[in-house]
């Protein structure tokens, strides 16, 4: 799934911190290379687009006419999103290639959606799978993961398969786990090793996120817990296995391993003893590291009281950032108990409890960076 593609999908994503691409400068020229461009960078300017009110427009503006890339990308995505400002695909596509060509990898890929012809941008298909593809490479090349995804997710639409593998695995190499869902989907299509069975092809799946995992690839761990976890690719479903997986990806910091690891204990899956203080410790380190449906777990246990101080309103404020990163059960429940669930949580609250709630939602974000 592809960044507009996720955008557009959710009425808001996680805020993240702060994110600003700048030319680079001697001073950081010659420091440790830097990491690779990830899809929170790209929901972290989204989030202050989606935050744009019009009264702030003239002075964003201005700091993008001064060169502020920045400003350029956020005003460029309040003109693809239609916040804050007319939804405007010919302004939004004007000022990324303004911070494009000061080096942004972020505008580059946002110009390849503009093209993409599976995606949507303005309220336009794209119309030139090329196009797209040099911008999508344009984003690679400046060390941007979701740049790297998004080439191999257009090349598997175009069924060149085995390219859009590459693609992927380059992704995964720069820490992109996301990708991992469709590589694996890819190598479970027998589509990836043409000349060979479907059999075959799932096999060389598992043995190349082995080969990462071992080289202590976080994002490849993460896959391999899925894949045992659930059976994939022909691989025997062994929940033990995918526990010890799941712990390995996330001592690496992934937040949906982070999340996974929370579920085992906290209702005794795999075969571990159930473990609700253990689990309630991990889903509150997966939703302080922007998992959405940790932050849902995280509400219902403040909202119930379990293993933490029963407190409603903080339970509002952790269903607000779930909600605003697209939790299941927030925005379309999975059945009628999380919406009767949610429902009710949302409503009961008095104008000045909700204001409290909020009041902690934005010291939450003020401590993490991601708003002033």
């Known amino acids: 799934m592809k960044i507009l593609r996720m955008t557009c999908l959710l009425l808001a994503l996680l805020a ?18 830097a990491k690779a461009i990830q899809s929170r960078d790209y929901f972290s300017l989204r989030n202050q687009a989606m935050e744009l009110k019009p009264a702030e427009v003239p002075q964003l503006l201005t700091r993008a006419q001064a060169g502020d890339m920045h ?7 309040a003109y693809q999103l239609g916040s804050g ?7 939004a596509l004007k000022w ?5 060509d000061q080096g942004s990898s972020i505008a580059a890929n946002q110009i390849g959606v503009y093209y993409d012809p599976f995606e949507g941008f303005a309220g336009r298909k794209g119309q030139d799978a090329n196009e797209a593809l040099k911008w999508y490479r344009t984003a690679a090349d400046r060390n941007d993961a979701v740049g790297q995804y998004d080439e191999g997710a ?9 390219e859009a593998k590459d693609w992927y695995v380059g992704a995964i190499e720069k820490g992109y786990w996301e990708a991992t869902t469709d590589l694996v989907a890819l190598y479970d299509s027998g589509k990836i090793i043409p000349d060979k069975s479907k059999d075959e092809n799932r096999k060389e799946g598992v043995a190349l996120f082995q080969r990462l995992a071992n080289d202590g690839n976080g994002a490849a761990e993460y896959a391999l817990a899925r894949i045992y976890g659930e059976g994939w690719l022909g691989v025997h479903r062994d929940r033990q296995t995918a526990f010890s997986w799941y712990q390995k990806a996330a001592a690496q910091g992934i937040p949906k391993a982070e999340y996974m690891v929370g579920f085992y204990h906290f209702e005794g899956h795999g075969g571990l003893p159930k473990n609700e203080a253990e689990g309630a410790k991990w889903f509150l380190n997966a939703a302080n590291d922007q998992d959405a449906d940790a932050q849902l777990a995280v509400a219902f246990l403040y909202e119930k009281g379990i293993q933490v101080p029963k407190d409603e309103i903080t339970a509002l404020m952790w269903y607000m950032l779930a909600f605003e990163g697209g939790a299941q059960g927030t925005q379309i429940p999975r059945n009628a108990r999380e919406t009767f669930d949610w429902i009710r949580l949302r409503h009961h609250f008095s104008d000045a ?6 009041k902690r939602l934005h010291q939450w974000k003020v401590e993490r960076g991601l708003e002033k």
């Open 353 to 358: 409890e909700t204001q409290e709630a909020q």
């Open 96 to 100: 990324y290639h303004t911070a494009s």
């Open 16 to 33: 993240v911190p702060a994110f600003s691409q700048t030319k680079p400068t001697e001073a950081n020229a010659s420091s440790a290379p």
């Open 154 to 162: 257009l090349l598997a639409e175009l069924h060149r398969e085995p």
């Open 71 to 77: 400003a350029q990308i956020v005003l460029g995505m």
């Open 85 to 91: 400002v007319p939804r405007d695909a010919a302004e």
